[in-house]
């Protein structure tokens, strides 16, 4: 459109020129016209260089332009890569602090038991003539052993050696929230193993262990696991939350607990993960000591759990002092055995005292269909048992590590907890 124009004024200069010549008499039409011609042509020339040099310019104009850009584009990427770098470095940093914890609490771990071999050996050898002269007074005809042809002694040394070469397998339950029966915890549960791989279950060691003072040992392996298990689990999913039992024994033991909460000190980072579970036994039994370690676990963050209920004639304000946040009541006590728990209230109307309080009720030992609709009509939100998924071994390598994300499959079977 310009250079239409620019055109156009050149010819009437041009035309004008001749014009010029020809009135003047300077020149004939011919020569006059000659004459126009020549000065357009020569005005497209000149107009022609003026436009070229703009051209140029514009040209010049956009090659700095991308020059420019250019250098922002480096400048650009030079930042995106120390950005990388920056990130790559944090990244390894942290995989490496991380390794580093689980080396450090390995070596933790393998100190620990190298102390406790010794403290094992002692008890061990200083509990058998005492528990087998008891068993000789209580039990006036031999009882069936747990394990085929284990007698109290030899369950002792079986356990004994059990710590001490670390065969204790740690197993995990789900515990679902009603009615959608999604996964919200994990309890950690703890199996002990022969040397010909027969398994010991809890009710088979523990009073076995226990007077022989051998359950401190039992709970700090259980503990090392968790805290290894749920630094693990949290990468799946941060909302899964983990129950992890301590013996009364344990609670109070004056060697043992306190590097318990020294060593939970240092990973409070877990605590929204981390449920400690004590059976009520152990709770009512407590005393001064024991208390004010359940206050000091529950500073930290941690949350606190009873089992084992045999009687809901509580005081629910002060457990929820100590800390606690859940109790565990049977689902058979809920259905049937409320008035044999010497309960205040109807199971009905347990959740909403519990809730007034800021307890969780969760219902355990749930085996059946008919009893998930009870505990419905009762409002209860949370529920454990083989009816949601048995106990499933956790090995050192994490390969068999649930997936958490998988929906809970019901599970049919009849078998004693």
């Known amino acids: 459109m310009v250079q239409a124009l620019l055109a156009a004024i050149y010819l009437m200069i041009s035309a004008s020129m001749a014009l010029g010549l020809t009135i003047l008499g300077l020149a004939d039409v011919p020569i006059a016209a000659m004459v126009g011609a020549i000065g357009f042509l020569g005005l497209l020339q000149i107009g022609a260089v003026f436009a070229r040099r703009k051209d140029s310019r514009r040209t010049r104009h ?3 332009q991308l020059k420019r850009h250019a250098v922002e584009l480096g400048r650009a990427l030079e930042t995106a890569q ?49 528990a087998a002269e008891t068993a000789g007074r209580t039990t006036p005809a031999p009882q069936a052993t747990p394990i085929a042809g284990f007698g109290h002694s030899d369950l002792l040394e079986t356990i004994r050696a059990s710590l001490e070469e670390n ?51 039992v709970d700090n392996l259980l503990l090392f696991r968790c805290v290894q298990v749920m630094r693990r689990l949290i990468q799946k999913n941060r909302d899964i939350g983990l129950f992890c039992n301590i013996s009364g024994d344990t609670l109070a033991d004056a060697e043992f607990f306190p590097q318990f909460l020294e ?4 990973n409070r980072d877990l605590a929204p993960q981390i449920v400690f579970e004590f059976g009520q036994d152990t709770v009512l039994k407590a005393g001064a000591a024991g208390e004010e370690n359940l206050r000091y676990l529950s500073s930290l963050g941690f949350g606190l759990s009873m089992d084992h209920v045999e009687t809901l004639d509580l005081d629910f304000a002060k457990l929820k002092g100590l800390g606690f946040s859940h109790i565990k009541v049977r689902a058979g006590t809920l259905t049937s055995g409320m008035e044999g728990a010497h309960a205040a209230v109807a199971a009905e109307d347990l959740k909403q005292l519990l809730e007034r309080h800021g307890l969780d009720l969760i219902a355990e030992r749930v085996e059946e269909e008919r009893t998930v609709v009870q505990l419905l009509d009762y409002g209860v939100d949370f529920a454990q048992g083989f009816l949601f998924g048995e106990p499933r071994a956790v090995r050192d390598d994490a390969k068999t590590l649930p997936d958490t994300t998988a929906p809970v499959i019901p599970f049919r079977r009849a078998a004693n907890h």
């Open 62 to 64: 956009e090659i700095s």
């Open 82 to 130: 120390a950005r990388i770098e920056e990130v790559s470095s944090s990244v390894d940093a942290k995989t490496q602090a991380q390794s580093k914890h689980i080396v450090s609490e390995l070596k933790v771990l393998e100190s620990l038991m190298r102390d406790f071999a010794t403290r094992i050996a002692h008890k061990a050898k200083a509990a058998q003539p005492a």
């Open 167 to 217: 065969r204790v397998d740690l197993y995990l339950q789900p515990i679902v929230s009603l009615p959608q029966r999604k996964l919200r915890f994990y309890e950690a549960l703890t199996r002990l193993r022969a040397e010909d791989g027969s398994v010991i279950m809890p009710s088979q060691y523990i009073k076995v262990a226990a007077p022989a003072g051998l359950m401190s040992v």
């Open 263 to 266: 060593y939970m000190h240092h």
